[in-house]
């Protein structure tokens, strides 16, 4: 059976977009072949006494075993997706609270099977801006599986975005390694994202990893988020509007839009120390400012040479 889970706990907005994602689901996965069950991970299951759901509630002490041994909040998704395997098996989705379905989730799940697994989107590689921190951290750092093997890192190891977690119950063993790696990166690198890096590197290694970019939108920039906010606070809290399917109506063409940050990257065409000095270069004059006006006064130079051109 086909399960899409969510985790949402504490409080804030992220109540109303996982409303908005659920429903989003509800609306494309009417007259499914197959049944899909909706799993929401909670602290606060009345929240959604009105949604087709199914709730597990987590208490305060299991939220806090879930941050492990450095208190990281983003590592409870890691054992959301495992216990929901382990407890339902089949095939499953977990998706972000600031997600919305854009075509029918059958679509993400058919790439999700015995060695094939899904994640959002790749962002970006190491060797990219994005990417210099978590690699500077990792230069002299030895990493290794369960097993003892040595983990390779290099410059095009790339990072996938969380917001869609695709896996198969054959892949249950990975999400050990998934949590041992988060650990080992996290005591040395303590960053936001490396729960989403340790799922893009144990996913890319064992499994054929899809991505689920053109099937689910995943809005997490401030820029996207906080204009929809105010839609989600009017519609959604509106009581004269008793429908659920009528609050998605009128929520629809509100929704953030599918831009430029909704691509994966392309990894650069140029490789070695010549680009990587390059890349470097143009940052750095990127980053201090200098980079518009070397670009005026080259505009400026090929301006004049025209000029002084013979005709």
């Known amino acids: 059976m086909k399960t899409?889970?969510?985790?949402?706990y504490g409080s804030g907005p992220h109540y109303d977009e996982l409303v908005f994602s659920v429903l989003s689901a509800v609306h494309r996965l009417r007259g499914a072949r197959t049944p899909c069950r909706i799993v929401v991970y909670t602290d606060t299951p009345g929240a959604f006494h009105d949604l087709p759901v199914q709730t597990e509630v987590l208490s305060e002490q299991t939220l806090k075993e879930w941050t492990g041994p450095f208190g990281y909040q983003y590592r409870?998704?890691?054992?959301?997706?495992?216990d929901a395997l382990e407890r339902f098996g089949g095939?499953?989705?977990?998706?972000?609270?600031?997600?919305?379905?854009?075509r029918h989730p059958d679509r993400a799940f058919a790439a999700v099977r015995p060695g094939h697994t899904l994640m959002h989107i790749a962002e970006y590689c190491l060797r990219d801006r994005?990417?210099?921190?978590?690699?500077?951290?990792l230069l002299d750092v030895d990493l290794r599986?369960?097993?003892?093997r040595r983990w390779q890192m290099t410059p095009t190891t790339a990072m996938f975005n969380s917001g869609v977690i695709g896996l198969h119950e054959s892949a249950l063993p990975l999400l050990d390694e998934v949590i041992h790696l988060n650990d080992e990166i996290y005591s040395h690198v303590p960053l936001t994202n490396i729960e989403q890096f340790a799922f893009s590197v144990c996913l890319s290694r064992h499994t054929r990893l899809h991505q689920a970019y053109r099937v689910v939108h995943h809005y997490w920039h401030p820029a996207?988020?906080?204009?929809f906010h105010r839609h989600l606070a009017q519609i959604l809290h509106d009581e004269t509007i008793a429908s659920p399917e009528e609050r998605f109506r009128r929520l629809w063409?509100?929704?953030?839009?599918?831009g430029v940050r909704a691509r994966p990257f392309k990894r650069p065409v140029k490789t070695g120390v010549r680009a990587e000095v390059v890349r470097a270069l143009h940052w750095t004059a990127k980053s201090s400012g200098l980079l518009g006006v070397m670009k005026v006064?080259?505009?400026a130079a090929r301006r004049r040479q025209r000029r002084l051109s013979p005709r």
């Not at 994005?130 to 951290?137: D, E, Q, R």
């Not at 599986?145 to 003892?148: K, V």
């Not at 996207?224 to 204009?227: H, K, S």
């Open 145 to 148: 599986d369960l097993s003892g």
């Open 91 to 102: 095939r499953l989705l977990f998706v972000d609270c600031d997600t919305y379905f854009a």
């Open 130 to 137: 994005s990417g210099w921190k978590l690699a500077a951290g």
């Open 253 to 258: 063409p509100h929704r953030p839009g599918q």
């Open 4 to 8: 899409l889970a969510y985790l949402c």
């Open 76 to 82: 409870r998704k890691i054992l959301v997706v495992k």
């Open 297 to 299: 006064a080259a505009s």
């Open 224 to 227: 996207e988020r906080e204009p």
